[in-house]
């Protein structure tokens, strides 16, 4: 975990992001089968010589790769643990323990520490992250808000009687984002910016927790909340809402929900169980696109998710790339974002930051 000895402006960094990945705690989940003990409780695995030889590490047992993930948008991800059938490199290049974080601060504490080599992240914070000089390579996307209404993207939804109809209806009201300077907050601001507003003088923000979001809006605590999925399905069910704007409404890009980020020391020790590792990724992937209802139904026999079965096999799902790749464009627009709210001070080298190297041939 993040000790006051590693630096106050750092671990500041790192509480701030916690609220950026979207999703975190927004699907109760159990721990993950392949996780025996938090990431706290076992040791940092000992590192492979970097002068050692190919045909060295190839000798002994395969190298484990050790990755903390969230609860919630991930189902690719997960699949590599629920479904391991899917993935024919692990337990041969590689072997795969999953350690599941309620948020980013203590999965970027747990990296830091070297509890972990490689984890899922929201493109915001791995941009505070790097701003900060914490090395790390984003290696695939796993999920985004796509602009395109074939997929699900982050909704933000007020009462039916309440006469909000669009972000031209929020002056005077309060919205309800999950943390602040987190994506909803973002989201929220480019919306009633766009819709002619001023998103400092005109309205509000409340901090919500997505599961306490609706009940929220019906108690008339907040004008309008921001709903991901499953939240979402679940109140359109309930009826008496309407939508108000998306996360595209003033975002009108595609961006990455969360990506996988692994250490770069790793990568240039391991680099043959790393690419077999994202070669599997992308294949249960794949899987999962073809076979959407059968794969969220493997996750909820696995307690990989905790939600009503009959709103989750339905609900619309975010995009997910299937050959894994990270859009460059979407990453140098969020980071424009970023860098115009002043929420980044210093502009990250994209190309620096990513490496698609490892994926398979696309």
Known sequence: MYTAARGPAR???WLLAAGLVLLVACTPAASSPTSPKPASERPPAAAVSSTATAAEQASGPPPEIRVGHGF???ENLWLMAAKPELTPNQGRAYTLTFTAFRGNADRLSAYEAGQIDAGTIAAPTAFFAAE?????KLVASIVREAHNPQYHNTTY???AE????????LRG???GIVDFKSATELWARAAVESAGLDPERDVKYVVVPFPAMGESLHTRRIDVGAFPNPFYAAEKAKGGVVEAFTAKTGVPFDEE????F???EFISRNQTAVKAFLSDFVAATKWYLANLKEARQILLDKKFVQTDPQVYLEMQDWYREPTGRITIDGMNREQDLLLKLGWQTKRIDVNELIDLSLLPPS
Do not use: C, F, W, Y
């Open 11 to 13: 671990g500041t960094v």
């Open 72 to 74: 919630a948008a991930e």
């Open 132 to 136: 900060q000089g914490l090395p790390m």
């Open 157 to 159: 939804l007020a009462l």
């Open 162 to 169: 309440s006469g909000i109809n669009s972000a031209r209806d």
């Open 173 to 175: 009201k309060t919205i």
């Open 257 to 260: 929900l969360l990506l996988l």
């Open 262 to 264: 692994m250490r770069p």
